[in-house]
């Protein structure tokens, strides 16, 4: 059997249908067969099919890899089946940490299934509120990396750097977001294929809802509305987060850039899901995914449970600052306390002993330790802009509270700084005479004045109680554990529950 795609070369349906369907089992085939059939009723008959539009959402991670040649599958099989087929749209979101390799990894799939050059594909990179043509060498748009690093800041100086709120919160906002955009973006979809189950579903919609309702927002109306509803749960939850993050004298133009898309209400895209169909055991398709799309398991890309975003990393990165400069123990002993987290998630989805190894063997020795902190290091100033003093900042939370931590920061981080914290305070609480102290703030943190002022008038979360949308959301989050730590006021050893990925 050839396991390699002919590239560089236009194949003909036949061809390029037998080379990826060789890779599948009998129960893919069958299950293929029959999306197929349920697609064809779905989308009114043969005949439809040219003028009909079904949506791929692609992460570029090794999961959404195997979604898309599944419904390629799909496509060629209808085509050679009918003579017609329907138009596939593969859209890519982004944000500022997906790194060029994923890209790269996208770029070779869509070559491999022949996607680059059929006019039967629509290939979508969206980046935000900015929608174009997929390009591997694409650049971020410059709006997108500063809401990024603004919320990551915001985020992170709430929760002391904890894992999930201060990389995720924002970006799964972000993602109901990109799929409204994706869905209805010139004329829309008629079907949306989706990996995950019908339960899956059922269980996220009810979790949304739950918070909806909690920030009272109409949930019956939102049923009655269907996938529009669910953007709009959506957008009314992610407007009270931000509020909350920003405060509620936030300017309208900062609620508007992070709101979420509820597409129009005119046109109505399926869902459905291949997932009782296909395994999505990474082993089970390692010859298709690696071998036949090209997939590469990049030592940045590929983050713990992660092959699509880099921020994993920097989630241990912020433990091990955490350790040593807030809780005055080792860098070292904060990364192993991560990798409690890491393998925990990674087991939990499956994951190849293989991945699970090499991904854990990257922090197996002091010396490798070292490596990864110069990884995250360079890659939290490339693609945020973040310095480690930023990042310091960020997990000891010093301004939150009126500042309650903010004596305990400058003492353990900036001693130079130690006779001056009254002209700190001075200038997070907006009182003139106080320049010279809002400027260092400014250079230090990476954030604004006025982020700044909002964070002294904003408390820490308390992840231990519901009183706010961040712990609230957190609470209902399945990735997180207890892990192995010490209390750094009596050196006992205890558990701490934490969020990662």
């Avoid at 349920?38 to 959402?57: S, T």
């Amino acid at each position: 059997m050839n396991d390699q795609p002919t590239r560089g070369a236009r194949l003909g349906d036949r061809e390029r249908y037998d080379q990826l369907t060789a890779f599948f089992n009998d129960i893919e085939l069958t299950g293929m067969a029959a999306v197929g059939d349920r697609l064809v009723e779905a989308l009114g008959g043969p005949d439809q099919l040219p003028d009909r539009k079904v949506m791929v959402a692609y992460g570029g991670g090794k999961d959404s890899t195997y979604v898309v040649a599944f419904v390629r599958a799909v496509q060629l099989h209808l085509q050679l089946a009918h003579g017609r087929t329907f138009v596939m749209r593969v859209a890519n979101m982004r944000h500022a940490g997906v790194p060029l390799a994923v890209m790269e990894n996208i770029h070779r799939v869509y070559e491999a299934l022949g996607l680059l050059d059929d006019e039967r594909a629509e290939l979508l990179t969206v980046d935000h509120t900015v929608i174009r043509p997929f390009r591997v060498d694409l650049p971020l748009p410059e709006r997108l990396v500063e809401l990024n690093r603004v919320d990551v800041l915001m985020n992170g100086h709430r929760s002391a750097g904890d894992g999930r709120p201060t990389f995720c919160n924002s970006c799964n906002l972000a993602v109901a977001d990109f799929y409204g955009r994706a869905a209805w973006w010139q004329g829309g979809v008629d079907v949306i294929m989706t990996g995950d189950s019908r339960r899956e579903q059922a269980l996220y919609s009810a979790w949304i809802l739950r918070l909806a309702k909690a920030s009272g927002i109409d949930v019956d109306e939102c049923r009655r509305m269907g996938f529009q509803g669910l953007l709009t749960a959506l957008r009314g939850i992610g407007d009270a987060y931000f509020r909350e993050l920003f405060g509620d004298d936030v300017e309208a133009e900062e609620l508007e850039a992070r709101a979420v898309s509820t597409g129009d209400r005119s046109m109505q895209p399926e869902f459905v899901s291949i997932y009782d169909l296909v395994s999505y055991r990474v082993h089970d398709h390692w010859d298709l995914i690696v071998d036949f799309l090209g997939f590469r398991f990049d030592d940045l890309a590929f983050s713990f449970t992660e092959s699509d975003c880099a921020n994993p990393t920097l989630m241990a990165h912020l433990r091990g600052l955490r350790a040593q400069h807030v809780e005055s123990r080792d860098y070292e002993a904060g990364i192993v306390e991560y990798l409690q987290l890491a393998e925990q998630m990674m087991r939990k989805k499956e994951m190849p002993e293989d991945l699970i190894r090499l991904a854990l063997s990257r922090y197996d020795s002091p010396a490798k330790i070292a490596e990864r902190r110069e990884l995250s290091t360079v890659y939290a100033r490339d693609v945020f802009g973040l310095s480690e003093a930023a990042l310091t900042a960020m997990v000891f939370s010093p301004f939150t509270d009126e500042g309650a931590r903010l004596e305990a920061f400058v003492a353990a981080c900036h001693p130079e700084m130690a006779g001056r914290t009254a002209e700190l305070r001075a200038a997070l609480r907006g009182e003139p005479g106080a320049e010279d102290a809002a400027e260092w703030l400014e250079q230090v943190t990476a954030l604004s004045l006025t982020h700044l002022r909002t964070l002294y008038r904003s408390a820490l979360v308390d992840f231990g109680a519901q009183a706010t949308m961040m712990s609230r959301v957190r609470a209902g989050d399945p990735h997180k554990a207890q892990v192995k730590t010490v209390d750094p006021a009596t050196g006992m050893p205890v558990l701490e529950l934490i969020s990662g990925r």
